[in-house]
């Protein structure tokens, strides 16, 4: 059934290429496939930038304008930019609260059907917890003293209390893998339902499932810490080696060829590594690979490279952060799990193995995977 209106509050500048701007596009698309109207504040992007977004993405959304959302747009940037620079730039600060709220207003809670919420910071920022069950929450990651749990200081945090709040209000919380699910768990005994991320391409990385795979290991990924030590474990030339020896290419691609250190990318060229930057498009760069190499260490939220990878007929090398066991069973014999930390030389060989065998029927794996993520998603925002 179509409801009237619902509200989608956005954190972060959109023309990000990253996952959160990958998976607050699944959000909306599925909004407006149960809504009859879908209204954005925008929180961290310009109302012009959010509209040309939304416009190229295809997505007939309204823009909310007016002193309300430029009042939580400029304590967005506030709050925001305090945590990231007093806390994990500066380290002048432990713990960044919410100095100022900007609750929304109760004639919007009621005017609304239903109000989306992208990760849990504006929960607090908003007080959302007034709109009782009307809101979801997708909390996007495990944000609660990140910087301890992680060593990534680089990425804003939460306190554990205002992470905790929102996991216990009446709004519905929505985790983005069932690791993240049991983590919060642990932290705060709520297990929150979970949201299996669909890539948007999903349509032509199925068309890619169908064809040959190349004898290439790839890599790809945008700008992130993360990603920059993940390329320092590759220039290895352990690793390098027993994909050479096996006449096996080694790609990288992404925003990350842009970023990363200049000596890490001319090692990886010396080796033997293909650095293709940034490509066409996903499809176009899965095409090209038999196999994705992400040996990402402790984390959470949403590791998109993996879902792409197996959706699109690819294999998967990766530890067990990198693929929960649900996404796993989802696709049998495409992942390959290896140990953290990783061996580069284990690493090597995992590889070679993984792209002399084909697993089979990938393409029904990840229609069926589609199919019922996409059923869910619509379900769990629905009425």
Not at 31 to 60: F, H, P
Not at 168 to 174: D, E, K, Y
Not at 234 to 256: N, R, T
Not at 266 to 276: D, F, K, P, Y
Request: net charge positive; aromatic share 8%; with cysteine.
């Amino acid at each position: 059934m179509i409801r009237s209106r619902a509200l989608y509050l956005s954190p972060i500048d959109m023309r990000t290429n990253n996952g959160m701007a990958h998976g607050q596009l699944q959000l909306l698309k599925a909004l407006c496939s149960v809504y009859e109207t879908v209204d954005l504040l925008s929180a961290g992007a310009s109302n012009r930038q959010a509209r040309e977004w939304l416009k190229n993405a295809g997505l007939q959304v309204n823009v909310l304008e007016g002193f309300y959302p430029s009042l939580v747009r400029l304590n967005s940037i506030l709050w925001y930019g305090g945590g990231v620079i007093l806390c994990n730039r500066l380290r002048l600060i432990d713990r960044f609260c919410f100095p100022i709220q900007t609750p929304l207003p109760q004639s919007w809670i009621e005017k609304y059907d239903k109000i989306v919420c992208y990760y849990a910071w504006h929960h607090r920022l908003l007080r959302l917890d007034r709109a009782g069950e009307k809101v979801v929450v997708d909390t996007g990651d495990v944000m609660a003293e990140r910087h301890e749990r992680t060593g990534a200081r680089r990425w804003i945090t939460l306190r554990a209390a205002d992470e905790c709040a929102v996991l216990r209000s009446s709004s519905r919380c929505i985790a983005v893998s069932e690791d993240d699910a049991a983590e919060f768990q642990r932290l705060y005994g709520v297990r929150p339902s979970v949201l299996s991320f669909v890539p948007q391409c999903s349509p032509e990385l199925l068309e890619v499932a169908s064809r040959e795979r190349p004898r290439r290991v790839g890599f790809m990924g945008a700008p992130s810490y993360v990603n920059e030590e993940i390329l320092r474990l590759l220039a290895s030339p352990d690793f390098m080696a027993y994909l050479k020896e096996a006449g096996i290419e080694f790609v990288i691609a992404g925003g990350i060829c842009e970023t990363v250190d200049r000596s890490v990318l001319r090692t990886l060229e010396r080796l033997g590594a293909v650095i293709l930057g940034k490509v066409g498009s996903t499809a176009e760069y899965y095409s090209q690979i038999a196999a994705t190499v992400n040996p990402v260490g402790p984390s959470t939220g949403v590791k998109i490279k993996s879902v792409e990878t197996l959706v699109a007929g690819r294999s998967l090398i990766t530890t067990r952060w990198g693929a929960d066991r649900s996404l796993a069973a989802a696709f049998p014999n495409q992942v390959a799990f290896i140990d953290w930390p990783t061996e580069p030389r284990i690493l090597g060989e995992l590889c070679v193995k993984v792209v002399r065998e084909e697993p089979p029927d990938t393409r029904a794996a990840a229609e069926t995977y589609v199919r019922e993520a996409t059923r869910a998603l619509k379900e769990m925002l629905g009425p």
